[in-house]
């Protein structure tokens, strides 16, 4: 009876697991396919995202399920910080999450103005913290070998249907071009937020490639995982290169070099047992202070010349993806000069209202009507900069508040995700590197791409890439536990 108990108990554990992935692989498919979705009518997903769009956009409606998210996203906060007394510390990236997100409610309530804009913008944060609620609670109640498993979940799941989307329709259907050729945007109706996602797409499965190593045991499962990983690379990586967005590009560059500085800085090649260096004998590390910012410097050193020889040798190529790369730098380009011109104008509608922003919906008329310059015909180039429209729409100390927790979250300096060994605790380096010391650097990592390209290309305030950067973000900060199982040795 008691084994029968045992097995009964493993059943039902991985049953709830399966059903775990399987909702989590739903909700992560709405959110990043919906608008392909909803174009769809004769679909039944389709027709139910059609009607709950049309709910979010009457402005009877709206403001009741922009209350519903804030509910939810102060009983998420509630249940993450019940034991902790540290919430109203400085350190803390939720604390100033709320107080930008109070500021921001404030407004919505003040000008009565129905914006998807403001319901994204909760939406993401609420899923952010959603998903760690559940990863949280998960995580402490799992007796899996891979503890944090649900962080890797959505992760795979991510590169599994990004990879999917990197092929999606890539033989017709252009509507955007550059120089002839045709600019990728998969299901979305955007090559910037195709290429985003794609850029994304790369380091997470890049990532996933070096963690199948560190996590997995046995030699078929590791090789099998990495080699699907390296592949789902390559083909988003294909796909990046044929969005032509130049944000996207740039954002993937410091998303990848983030991951590369971070395993140099924590980790190096040890000695196997017969004496040769092994990626299985890595150990963890800390390079002396005097060391790390000599390297970064050389290496800073060598990248940038690097990039001014390409660019003096690529000036003049005819090579499409060389010429839309240096196109930055080049005077008879107009992208980057509409910019520019738009960016002045965010900074016009801030200076004027300062405290509390034009409001939702406000600064795109604005603009339109006082501050676009007479030579540029369209003014759409304001939605390019998602933070200076922020600042712009709810003010500057609503921007500062939500800058801080950016950097905050990115730097995991809060003492109550802090979770120190205890006394006399053999730690394995798997488990080290399993829990919290690449998962949280590969999440990150895919933050970071989103958050420059949000700087160029815009999609904080659209669900499929804002939900992926909140979603990302906080599943880096998921609170680790130490195990009190021995560890045990091969």
């Not at 190593?213 to 789902?232: H, Q, T």
């Not at 991951?259 to 260096?277: C, I, K, M, N, S």
């Not at 006399?424 to 690449?438: C, H, N, Q």
Request: with cysteine.
């Amino acid at each position: 009876m008691a084994q029968l108990g045992i097995v009964w108990m493993m059943k039902r554990e991985l049953f709830l697991k399966v059903l775990k992935a399987g909702v989590v692989s739903f909700l992560l498919y709405l959110l990043l396919f919906a608008d392909h979705l909803r174009g769809s009518s004769a679909d039944v997903i389709g027709s139910a995202l059609s009607e709950f769009t049309a709910i979010l956009l009457d402005p009877e409606t709206q403001w009741m399920a922009y209350l519903c998210l804030g509910i939810y996203f102060t009983t998420f906060l509630f249940f993450r910080w019940r034991t902790s007394s540290s919430f109203w510390r400085g350190a803390n990236p939720d604390l100033w999450l709320a107080s930008g997100l109070v500021i921001m409610a404030v407004i919505y309530a003040i000008h009565q103005v129905s914006s998807t804009q403001a319901f994204t913008f909760l939406a993401g944060a609420v899923l952010g913290h959603g998903m760690t609620f559940w990863a949280d609670f998960d995580f402490h109640n799992s007796k899996w070998k891979i503890q944090n498993w649900f962080g890797v979940l959505v992760v795979s799941i991510l590169v599994i249907f990004l990879a999917w989307a990197s092929v999606w329709h890539t033989g017709a259907g252009y509507t955007f071009e550059y120089r002839s050729k045709p600019r990728w945007s998969g299901p979305w109706d955007n090559p910037n937020i195709f290429g985003l996602l794609m850029g994304t797409g790369v380091v997470l499965a890049l990532g996933l490639t070096v963690a199948s190593f560190l996590i997995l045991s046995g030699k078929v499962g590791k090789w099998f995982c990495a080699l699907s990983c390296l592949l789902a690379a390559i083909l988003m990586g294909r796909g990046l290169l044929h969005s032509y967005s130049r944000g996207a590009w740039l954002g993937t560059v410091c998303g990848l070099s983030y991951l590369a500085v971070y395993g140099f800085t924590r980790f190096h090649l040890g000695q196997d047992t017969v004496g040769t260096p092994s990626i299985l004998s890595i150990k963890k590390c800390r390079l002396p202070s005097s060391v790390v910012p000599w390297s970064v410097v050389f290496f800073s050193v060598v990248l940038l010349s690097m990039v001014i020889l390409a660019f003096w040798h690529f000036r003049q190529m005819e090579w499409h993806l060389a010429h839309r790369a240096f196109s930055a730098v080049n005077r008879s380009d107009f992208s980057w000069r509409n910019r520019i011109a738009a960016c002045e104008g965010d900074l016009q509608i801030m200076s004027e209202e300062p405290l509390l922003g034009a409001g939702w919906g406000q600064p795109e008329p604005i603009y339109g009507h006082y501050y676009v310059p007479p030579k540029l015909e369209e003014s759409a180039a304001i939605q390019l900069n998602d933070y200076l429209m922020l600042g712009a729409t709810v003010g500057i100390p609503a921007l500062f508040c939500f800058g801080m927790y950016f950097c905050l979250s990115l730097k995991g300096k809060a003492e109550s995700r802090k979770h120190p060994p205890s006394p006399g605790l053999r730690r394995t380096w798997k488990a080290e590197i399993r829990e919290e010391d690449w998962l949280r650097p590969v999440c990150h990592a895919g933050a970071i791409v989103l958050l420059i390209g949000f700087w160029f290309d815009g999609g904080l305030f659209k669900l499929p890439t804002a939900a992926t950067f909140w979603i990302l973000l906080e599943l880096g900060n998921v609170r680790t536990r130490e195990t009190n199982e021995a560890p045990k040795h091969e």
